[in-house]
C-alpha cells in the first residue's frame, strides 16, 4: 500500500483473517490505484457506480490507474434503492461474467449503500466469492454501509432480505466526493453519524453539537474526524460480532421505528433513509424517557441538536389519514430482526448510554407512535 497521505487517517476493521483496512482523508478517489493496486489478486478490475455518480467521480477515478498496468472496465447502474433488486442483480453478474472474469478479478463499488450492497453481494456470489473494493460516496455509505461486511437487494417482502455477509479488502473513504453530494443526502448521513455519539460516545456526541455545521458546511477536517471517529466505533462493534448476534444490534438505535416509516413511504425518495433513523432516534429516547429509563433533559438535548442542525424530527407532511399505530407497529414485528414477532428496540440510559431492549411493552410503544402522528397530522 501506498504510504499514508497527509490528512489521511487509517484504521483497521479487526476480524483476523479478513481484516482491512479503511482510508478516510480527501483526494482519495484521484488516487484510488495507488491503494488498489498493491491488494489485488490478479490484473482485472471492475468498477461499478451508479448514473449519478459515474459523471461526477468515475474518469477522476479511471485515471487513478493510467500508471498501472490493469485491466479496467466500468459498469453504470441506475441511481435509484430499486436498483437493489433481483433484476438488477441478475444483469450485474451477466455484465460482469461477460467480461471474463476469474477467481482474481476484482470489483470496485464506487457510490452509496445502493451501489455497495448490491456490488458487495454480486462479489460474495459470483464464482462463489471473488474480492470486492468499496468506495463510498456519500455520507450515510462511509459512516456505515460501507464497513461490516454486509451486502444485498431488497425483495417485495422487504428491504435487504437477500443478501451476504462479504467483508471488502479495502475502504477508500474520500471525504471530498462529498463536496457534489446533495445537501439532504448529507444531513441523512449525518443522522448515522450523531447516532454513533447517541449509542455509546457521550464525548463524540459533544463534539457533534459543536462542530456539526462545520461538517455539514463542507469543512474537510470536520467531516474527515467525524467519518473516523464514526468508522471506529462501527469496526469495534462489528469486529466483537460480526454476525449481528448480540451488540451489533446496538447500531440499530433508531431504525425498528425508522425503518416502519420508511415501509410505510415505500423506501423512496419521500423519505431517505438517514431521515427515518433520525426521527427513529428521537422517537428511541422518547419511548426512554417514556418509560423512565433516561432524564427527560437528556431527550430535550437531543431534540434540541436535531433542530438546530436541521435533521428531520417529524413525519409532518409525510403521514396522512392513512398512517395509523396499527400498520406501523405492524411493519416492525415484520421486521428481518423481529424474533417470533418479538420486537427488539435499542432504548438509552442517556446520551451515550444506549442498549438492546426485547422487552418493551407495547402500549407505549403505541404511545410513542401515536404522539408522533398527532404532531406529523396537526
Ligand atoms: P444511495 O446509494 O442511493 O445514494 C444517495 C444518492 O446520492 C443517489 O442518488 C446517488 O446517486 C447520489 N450520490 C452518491 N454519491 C454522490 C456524490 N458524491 N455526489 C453526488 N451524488 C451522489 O444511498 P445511501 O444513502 O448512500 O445508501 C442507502 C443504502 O444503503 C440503502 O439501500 C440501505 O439499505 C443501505 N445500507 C446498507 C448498510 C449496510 O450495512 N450494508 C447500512 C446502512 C444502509
Ligand atoms: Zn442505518
Redesign the pocket.
Known amino acids: 500500500m501506498s504510504p499514508t497521505a497527509p490528512n489521511t487517517e487509517q484504521l483497521e476493521v479487526e476480524l483476523g483473517d479478513r481484516s482491512y483496512p479503511i482510508l478516510i482523508g480527501n483526494n482519495l478517489i484521484n488516487t484510488a490505484g495507488s491503494h488498489i493496486a498493491p491488494r489485488l489478486k490478479g490484473r482485472k478490475v471492475i468498477v461499478v457506480s ?4 459515474a459523471p ?2 468515475l474518469p477522476t477515478f479511471l485515471k487513478s490507474f493510467d500508471e498501472f498496468d490493469l485491466d479496467v472496465h466500468s459498469l453504470t447502474l441506475p ?3 430499486t436498483t ?1 433488486s433481483f433484476s438488477h442483480f441478475e444483469r450485474l453478474l451477466n455484465d460482469v461474467l461477460a467480461l471474463e472474469i476469474d477467481r482474481k478479478t476484482t470489483l470496485v463499488a464506487l ?7 448490491i456490488v458487495g453481494f454480486a462479489a460474495a456470489v459470483l464464482l462463489r466469492g471473488i474480492d470486492f473494493i468499496q468506495v463510498p ?2 455520507l ?2 462511509q459512516v ?2 460501507s464497513v ?1 461486511g ?3 437487494i431488497n425483495t417485495s417482502y422487504g ?2 432480505l437477500v443478501g451476504a455477509f462479504h467483508q471488502p479488502q479495502l475502504v477508500l473513504a474520500d471525504t471530498s ?2 463536496a ?3 445537501n439532504r ?1 448529507l444531513l ?2 449525518y443522522a448515522e453519524v450523531v447516532k454513533y455519539g447517541l449509542i455509546d460516545d457521550f464525548e463524540f456526541y459533544e463534539w457533534c453539537e459543536n462542530n456539526a455545521k462545520l461538517l455539514i458546511n463542507g469543512d474537510q477536517n470536520a467531516q474527515r474526524y467525524a467519518v473516523l471517529k464514526s468508522c471506529q466505533s462501527k469496526a469495534r462493534i462489528v469486529a466483537a460480532d460480526e454476525r449481528e448476534l448480540g451488540q451489533r444490534a446496538l447500531l440499530n438505535l433508531g431504525h425498528t421505528f425508522g425503518h416502519a416509516f420508511e415501509a410505510e413511504t415505500g423506501y423512496g425518495n419521500k423519505l ?3 431521515e427515518a433513523v433520525s426521527i427513529g432516534c428521537i422517537n428511541a429516547f422518547q419511548l426512554s424517557a417514556k418509560l423512565g429509563l433516561c432524564e427527560q433533559q437528556e431527550l430535550i438535548r437531543v431534540e434540541k441538536h436535531f433542530l438546530q442542525i436541521g435533521l428531520r424530527n417529524s413525519l409532518s407532511g409525510l403521514a396522512d389519514e392513512s398512517w395509523t399505530v396499527e400498520r406501523l407497529i405492524g411493519h416492525m414485528a415484520k421486521d428481518k430482526k423481529a424474533e417470533a414477532g418479538k420486537i427488539t428496540f435499542i432504548l438509552a440510559r442517556g446520551i451515550g448510554k444506549s442498549f438492546v431492549a426485547n422487552d418493551v411493552s407495547t402500549d407505549a410503544v403505541k404511545d410513542v407512535l401515536a404522539q408522533t402522528l398527532t404532531d406529523a397530522k396537526s
Open positions: 451508479d448514473e449519478n455518480v461526477l467521480w441511481a435509484t434503492e437493489k457510490g452509496g449503500g445502493v451501489i455497495g450492497d460516496t456519500t450515510l455509505s456505515d454501509s461490516g454486509k451486502t444485498g428491504k435487504n466526493a462529498l457534489t453530494l446533495p443526502e441523512a448521513g431517505l433513509h438517514g
